[in-house]
């Protein structure tokens, strides 16, 4: 970025597959969902300077493909916890369980041993995962997200106006920083 210009970042939730259903829905059956997405992680992999997605051990694991509210509303419960950074420690680390030793992010255990992973109170945790309130708040992040027009992953709004949908090259996405600071005069 270019001196002198700081960037505020907030994470809001966002479900491709809210429930275990729609991914069936949206693929014709879980199967062909699992197969499709594993294509997808394949082809991010290669993409990738880490190469941490292990698509050929996931396409073994007999565990339907994860849906996306138990990992959404267990990244709420540790910014509750935690803040911004807890949230990401949270979600950094439900990625590895999920994309590299491809575990089923959906169970409780798996989650609960992510939140003990980083450092959180367990049983605190665990009681947040299924707090109405917690949930509440992903709930709320999904409306923003349906009223921000977001339909992929990833997406960044700008100046809650702006919207940058998919995985962007670091040099477009400074384009598209700078752009919003000059049309919107906020240096």
Same mark, same amino acid.
């Given at each position: ?18 429930? @275990? ?10 199967? #062909? ?17 880490? @190469? ?8 073994? #694991? ?36 999920? $994309? ?15 939140? #003990? ?8 945790? @665990?009681? $947040? ?13 999904? %409306? $923003? ?15 809650? #106006? ?10 477009? $996405? @400074?384009?598209?920083?700078? %752009? ?8």
């Amino acid at each position: 970025m270019e001196e002198g210009i700081e960037i505020e970042i907030y994470h809001h939730s966002f479900a491709l597959a809210k429930e @275990k259903i729609n991914l069936a829905q949206m693929f014709g059956d879980k199967e #062909r969902a699992k197969k499709e997405i594993l294509n997808h992680w394949k082809a991010a992999n290669e993409n990738s300077d880490e @190469k941490n997605i292990n698509y050929e051990l996931m396409a073994t #694991r007999t565990h339907d493909y994860p849906y996306s509210m138990p990992g959404l509303i267990a990244c709420e419960a540790a910014a509750i916890m935690g803040g911004e950074e807890a949230h990401w420690d949270y979600f950094d680390r439900i990625q590895k369980a999920h $994309l590299t030793e491809c575990l089923d992010i959906t169970q409780e255990d798996v989650q609960l041993m992510c939140a #003990r992973d980083i450092g959180l109170d367990e049983e605190k945790f @665990k009681q $947040l995962i299924s707090d109405e309130n917690t949930i509440k708040l992903v709930e709320k992040d999904l %409306k $923003l997200a349906r009223e921000w027009g977001i339909t992929a992953v990833p997406s960044l709004v700008l100046n809650e #106006r702006y919207l940058i949908s998919g995985a962007q090259k670091k040099e477009y $996405l @400074k384009q598209q920083f700078l %752009k919003v600071v000059n049309e919107e005069d906020i240096l």
